[in-house]
């Protein structure tokens, strides 16, 4: 059995997910790359194997609960634990907008791909994480989610951040003593979701990511964390 930290990583073929695989694969961690379109993912993995990084590929499309069992049984399988779930994954709906005009649905859509799924994900994934010396769940957040500065506009994924802090908030206090879960803000990066205008390099956006996986102490649980700092919910 590896001693390397075994690290789950939702929507890990591009942007914030990619660079916290590539990241962690550098520091050593075996890398569980997942991602929907495999296509995508094994594109990630050619692309880290190029820099003399290694990552395993597996598919996981988050909404579908199919798709996380199957990923359950693989990582069980192939290590009979985890360390470290990361989930990366989101949506950040072009239809979205203020509270007043925004579609149900979309609303609707944005809660499944951004609070919904982390919480199904991390239910299913709980069995192997009680089987780590140091589990940790990650939970990539957004200070748009934080009530403590919450504003009009993108009220959908405003409101599936703040769910998605509510859920870390539930389970740190279910798992404590069991498992480290956090919420993080990587702030604003230049990816295809924050765009060319954002104040981040990914790279900076996500060295917190890797902190909070493999160098935050055990006892930080239940916090909301942005660039190594706990920041108000
Ligand atoms: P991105 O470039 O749009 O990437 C989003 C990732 O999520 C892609 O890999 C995408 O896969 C994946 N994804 C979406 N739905 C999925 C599903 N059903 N199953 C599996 N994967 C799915 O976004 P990003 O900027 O890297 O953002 C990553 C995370 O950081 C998100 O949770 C976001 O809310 C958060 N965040 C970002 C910023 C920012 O400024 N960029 C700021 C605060 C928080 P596909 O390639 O298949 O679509």
Redesign the pocket.
């Known amino acids: 059995m590896t001693e390397k930290p075994i690290i789950v990583v939702?929507?890990?073929?591009?942007?914030?997910?990619f660079e916290i695989c590539r990241q962690l694969a550098g520091r050593g961690a075996q890398v569980v790359l997942?991602?929907?379109?495999p296509e995508?993912g094994k594109e990630a993995v050619k692309k880290l194997a190029a820099q003399q990084l290694s990552a395993e590929f597996h598919s996981?499309?988050?909404?579908d609960p199919g798709s996380a069992r199957a990923l359950l049984d693989h990582v069980e399988r192939a290590f009979g634990r985890l360390d470290v779930l990361i989930y990366?994954?989101?949506?950040?709906p072009k239809e979205d907008s203020s509270g007043l005009n925004v579609e149900v649905e979309t609303v609707r859509t944005t809660l499944e791909?951004?609070m919904l799924?982390p919480l199904y994900l991390s239910q299913t994934m709980a069995p192997l994480l009680k089987r780590s010396r140091a589990a940790r769940i990650i939970n990539?957040?957004?200070?748009?989610g934080a009530l403590s500065e919450m504003q009009g506009d993108h009220a959908a994924?405003r409101i599936s951040?703040t769910a998605l802090n509510a859920v870390t908030a539930i389970l740190a206090a279910e798992l404590r003593g069991v498992a480290a879960v956090n919420s993080i803000?990587?702030?604003?990066?230049r990816?295809?979701?924050?765009g060319p205008n954002?104040e981040r390099d990914v790279s900076e956006?996500l060295a917190g990511a890797v902190w909070m996986a493999l160098d935050a102490p055990q006892s930080l649980t239940g916090k909301f964390v942005r660039d190594r700092e706990v920041i108000p919910w």
């Open positions: 939702t929507g890990g073929n591009r942007g914030i997910g997942t991602a929907r379109q995508a996981l499309n988050v909404t990366n994954a989101g949506i950040y791909t951004n799924a990539v957040s957004s200070g748009m994924y951040k803000c990587p702030g604003w990066v990816t295809d979701m924050g954002a956006g």
